[in-house]
C-alpha cells in the first residue's frame, strides 16, 4: 500500500470534493480519481459515496481513514528519525502522560535534556493508560507516563517521586463541599463521574470504597478530566480524581481518607529501536533516576 496514495485518501476526505483535492496536491483530477479506484479495489471495499458535487466516505472509509492516518503518521516518524544530522542532535520524541501531578517532574526533565540538546522537540499526547499503552506499542508514542497500579511486563520503567492524591471534586451546593475529607460511604446517594471502569486504577478506588462501592451511582465515566468536571458540574455531582493545579467554577476538590495515594511510571519498550534523539533521551532519564 503506497503512502502517497493513502496522502491522496486522507486529502479527499478532508475535502469532501475531488476538483479540490486534486488541486490542492498538485495531480489531475482523472489521476486522483484513478488511485482511488485503485485503492477501493485493493482493499475490496466501497471508501466513498459520491454525490453530483461532493464525495463522502462510507462507514468502512471513517474506519480506513483512522488506520492510515497512523500509518502516514508512521511513515513521517520514521523519516524524521531517519534524517538525523551528525553534528547535532534532532528529533522528535513522543511521550503520552495522563492528568498526573508527575506531569510537572516530566515537564523538568524534558526542559533539562532540550537546554542540552535544543534541536529536539518533544511532542506530548495526553490520555489514560490503556490508550497510551496501545500507541506505544503500535509505534505511535516512544515513551509514556502511566498511573499506577499499571501491568509494565515488556517495559523498562522509572518510578516517578511525586506522589498523586486522589479526592473529588464536589459542586458547591453538596452538602459534602462543607467537608474536610470524604470517607468511603460518604458519596453513596451522589451522581458520581468515575474513571473508566474494570481499569486496575478504578478497581484500586473500589478497593477504597470497600463494600460502599456497590450502592454508588456511577453514572458517568471518563478519562479527561475537564470534560467530566463539566459534566459534574451541570449534574450537581461528584468527580473522583486526582488533586491538581487547577480550580473550576462552582466546584470544590476534597481530599479522601484514608488518604489514597499512587505513584506514576515513565515507561519505554524493551528491546525496541529508536530514534538518535529517543534513546538520547531514555538515556538521560536513566542517568537522572540510577
Partial sequence: ?????????????REENVTRASRLLQITQPTLSRQLSRLEEELGVKLFRRSDHSIYLTDEGMLFRRRAQELVDLADKAKSELIQKEETLTGLVSVG???????????????G?????PQVKFELYSSNNEDIKAKIEQGNLDLGLLLEPVSITNYNFVR??????????????LHLASKEAIFPGDLV?????????????????????????????????YNVLYNAVI?????????????????????????????????SVLVWKEHQAYSKATTAFIEFIKEKYK
Fill in 189 to 221: 446517594g451522589t451522581l458520581v463521574v468515575t474513571l473508566h471502569v474494570n481499569t486496575p486504577v478504578h478497581n484500586e478506588l473500589i478497593g477504597w470504597s470497600g463494600d460502599f462501592a456497590k450502592e454508588m451511582d456511577f453514572s458517568v465515566t
Fill in 97 to 111: 502522560c495522563g492528568e498526573t501531578h508527575s506531569v510537572k517532574e516530566l515537564a523538568k526533565i524534558i526542559n
Fill in 1 to 13: 500500500m503506497d503512502i502517497r496514495v493513502l496522502n491522496y485518501f486522507l486529502m479527499v476526505a
Fill in 113 to 117: 535534556f532540550q537546554e542540552m540538546h
Fill in 231 to 263: 459534566v459534574a458540574r451541570e449534574k450537581k455531582g461528584a468527580v473522583i480524581c486526582l488533586k491538581l493545579d487547577c480550580d473550576y467554577d462552582d466546584m470544590k476538590f476534597v481530599p479522601l481518607e484514608p488518604k489514597l495515594e499512587l505513584s
Fill in 160 to 173: 516517578m517521586k511525586t506522589k498523586e492524591q486522589w479526592g473529588v471534586f464536589l459542586h458547591k451546593d
